[in-house]
């Protein structure tokens, strides 16, 4: 089983869509979990870290389940600006560690 | 904004020859990493350092890899005898101590291309 693991997409939706990306991680140890997009040749940038309460941010909603090892991203009325690539990160306990998961690249499309 | 920055933004090696890649982290953040991504691939760890030492490191850190931070400020790789297959962007990312739920930030990548 990968250490992190999230849909292999594409996902291709048009503006104004919800969408739903979904990650795994196989470390129940793990500590902090966290979103980021990337986009293309560029550098990761923080989206939003995941709490095990929930947490939204304008249009996009992260949600933990620790029982399941189980984080989601909603996007909600996806922008063009959206496409990117989106990906789950995982740390160790200490976060001396970090995992990334192989991202879901989403198209939007007007 | 403060940020991470690396450089130089492109490197060209021969094969064979050493390289070292350069970073600033955030003025007050107390950990750093690095990380490749080959050109289609997913972000792989190589390292993390806090307090002048490596806190942990994955299995493509070997001996060719090192890291240093030389004077407070910077923050380098060092790869030795360089190969093909180190053609990666390389990102160096700093975080603020105090617990591990602080994100990282990234700096904008030096792409390596070995001949």
């Known amino acids: 089983r990968k250490e992190v693991e999230q849909d292999p997409g594409p996902f291709n939706v048009p503006e104004g869509a919800t969408v739903a990306f979904n990650c795994t991680y196989s470390n129940s140890a793990s500590q902090s979990f966290f979103w980021y997009r990337q986009d293309c040749r560029k550098e990761p940038k923080l989206l939003m870290s995941?709490?095990?309460s929930g947490n939204e941010d304008g249009r996009f909603t992260a949600q933990l389940n620790r029982a399941s090892q189980y984080i989601s991203l909603l996007i909600r009325d996806s922008k063009l600006s959206d496409s990117a690539t989106y990906l789950c990160?995982?740390?160790?306990?200490?976060?001396?560690?970090?995992?990334f998961g192989a991202g879901t690249r989403l198209f939007v499309k007007a | 904004e403060p940020e991470v920055t690396q450089t130089p933004s492109h490197q060209v090696t021969q094969m064979g020859q050493e390289v070292i890649l350069r970073c600033v982290p955030i003025s007050n953040h107390l950990y750093f990493y690095w990380y490749r991504q080959i050109l289609g691939q997913k972000v792989e760890f190589l390292v993390s350092f806090y307090n002048n030492e490596i806190s942990e490191k994955s299995e493509i850190f070997d001996d060719q890899f090192s890291v240093e931070r030389p004077d407070g400020s910077n923050f380098t790789l060092k790869i030795r005898s360089t190969k093909l297959e180190d053609s990666a962007m390389y990102f160096c990312?700093?975080?603020?101590?105090?617990?591990?739920?602080?994100?990282?930030?990234f700096g904008d990548g030096t792409r390596l291309s070995i001949l």
């Open positions: 990160v995982v740390t160790t306990p200490g976060g001396f560690k970090t995992i």
């Open positions: 995941v709490y095990s």
């Open positions: 990312a700093s975080r603020v101590g105090r617990g591990s739920v602080q994100p990282q930030h």
